[in-house]
């Protein structure tokens, strides 16, 4: 269906140049090698603008838990920090009192070699791979459906589709474990688990026409990325490639992914509302604990304000 050599090329060139700066995977991470299905000891990892915050959840020599906490910058895809030892906190059920530091237990260093994997040193241990445990969506068919927001930048100009992914087709290709599709059948997506893509999804356009966009992306959880291409004639020609961006806004049961702390209903629930519904008699009162709205007349006059004084400040900058 696609010729995505040139675009595989890319792709293999972003994830593997040590040039690439990138931020891990938040979530659950673990050893490679300690991944039998069974309990054991793991590692929870999240990073914002180059600080990374660890946790090590795991067993002392006796066969008691044992937490550590590390954080620091990451620099060329490598974290160093000391792992902290805690004692003394609040207990459960039992009133707040903070924890004592004790010495450190030695150091964590982990050099990323993706978003998604890794090698670990920890302190007395050779270093070992380390990756992502994925836990609430897995590599196939069920764990692409939802809604997603493809964007694709063509120079600095982004472009986006939405589609909204429902159709478990129960189909597969030679090369992938599994195609899914929009109800109308106009898009498809498929986790590659073999051939020269394998661990890759595809997703594009059904109809090979001109203007049909392609996609070849690595995901994890509901945060994609990775490469497009726009087909530019009839032939099967494409564009250069073009980063891109993939976010899961909902899942197979439209519950929204993003942060939900009471920003109110979506833009597309409230597009679909009567004009009644949305007319200023019906406008709420916003408080501190209740959905924002900007059919509230006083959010929409802060708004107005704040604009005011925002655009007066930005044209003074010189």
């Known amino acids: 269906m696609l010729n995505l050599k040139i675009i595989v090329a890319l792709l293999c060139f972003l994830i593997c140049s040590p040039a ?13 090698s300690e991944d039998n299905g069974l309990p054991g000891r793991g590692f929870q990892i999240e990073a914002e603008n180059g600080t990374v915050v660890f946790t090590y959840f795991g067993y002392r020599a006796d066969g008691s838990s044992v937490f550590y906490f590390a954080a620091g910058p990451i620099v060329n895809n490598t974290f160093t ?7 003394g906190g609040t207990s459960l059920g039992g009133p707040h009192q903070n924890a004592s530091l ?42 692409l459906l939802g809604t997603w927001l493809f964007t694709r930048i063509q120079g600095l100009t982004p472009y986006s589709q939405m589609k909204n992914l429902i159709n478990n087709t129960g189909k597969s290709t030679d090369t992938g474990n599994g195609i899914v599709t929009t109800a109308a059948l106009d898009f498809l997506c498929e986790y590659q688990i073999s051939g020269e893509l394998a661990g890759i999804v595809l997703c594009g356009d059904l109809a ?34 073009q980063e891109m961006h993939a976010l899961r806004i909902s899942t197979k049961n439209g519950i929204e992914t993003g942060l939900n702390d009471g920003t109110g209903e979506s833009i597309s629930v409230k597009s ?47």
């Open 20 to 32: 690439w700066a990138f931020m891990p995977a938040a979530g659950m991470w673990g050893v490679d």
């Open 81 to 87: 920090a000391s792992l902290l030892d805690l004692r």
């Open 102 to 143: 004790l010495d450190p237990a030695g150091t964590v260093t982990i050099i990323f070699s993706s978003g998604k994997h890794g090698i670990i040193s920890l302190p007395s241990e050779p270093q070992r791979a380390m990756s992502k445990r994925p836990f609430g969506y897995f590599d196939g068919h069920d764990g």
């Open 208 to 241: 090979e026409v001109v203007g049909s966009s392609f996609y070849v992306l690595k995901y994890s959880g509901d945060r994609g990325e990775g490469v497009a291409a726009v087909q530019l004639s009839s032939s099967g020609d494409f564009s250069a490639d």
């Open 272 to 318: 679909q509302l009567a004009p009644a519904q949305v007319s200023t008699q019906n406008l709420k009162r916003v408080v501190t604990d209740k959905p924002l709205s900007l059919e509230d007349v006083r959010t929409v006059e802060a708004l107005k304000i704040w604009a005011s004084k925002a655009q007066a400040i930005v044209q003074q900058v010189p």
